[in-house]
């Protein structure tokens, strides 16, 4: 037992570790690459940015909602009792957070243009999603993007960030 967390303590210190730490005298083991501290953060963020779930800001928004396309679509994943008692974002779509996996996934074409008023967004569309202040929206987001949808965007600020602006150019 006592060998077996030594192992790990020297596997894990050759891989955090700057100073080359000496792994010969672990037995079965015959090889372990010498890296140092930075390399693997290196590796991992360059990682990290290929599954990094992106952010929209305000002026994204702002464009995608005066502009209105059939490939660019704003969802707003609150519950229409909020969007009647604070507002909504201009061009954007409700689809409530426990209605947007189903949405994304399971309706055609045609009952999604029935039941939200506009076209079921690609696989490639850009699609940003929005709440009050951006944590449901990033579960909306991740849902998408394990759903496959390419180009989705989170509005980390939401109704919260788009009021503030508002009330900015007043």
Known sequence: MVRKIYTIF???QAFISPIPVNLNNLGSIKYIPNYSIQQPIRFLSKASELNQPKEANYTEVEQ????????DFIIDVREP??????????????????QVEGALKELSNEEFQKKYGTEKPK??????FSCRSGRRSAT?????IQLGYKKTRNYPGGWLDWKKHLENKT
């Open 64 to 71: 995608i909602g005066k502009k209105r396309s059939k490939n």
């Open 123 to 128: 696989k490639d569309s850009l699609i940003i």
């Open 10 to 12: 020297k596997l894990a």
């Open 140 to 144: 909306a987001q991740n849902a998408a």
């Open 81 to 98: 009792e909020e969007l009647q008692n604070t507002g909504v974002i201009p061009g954007s779509v409700n689809i409530p957070l426990d």
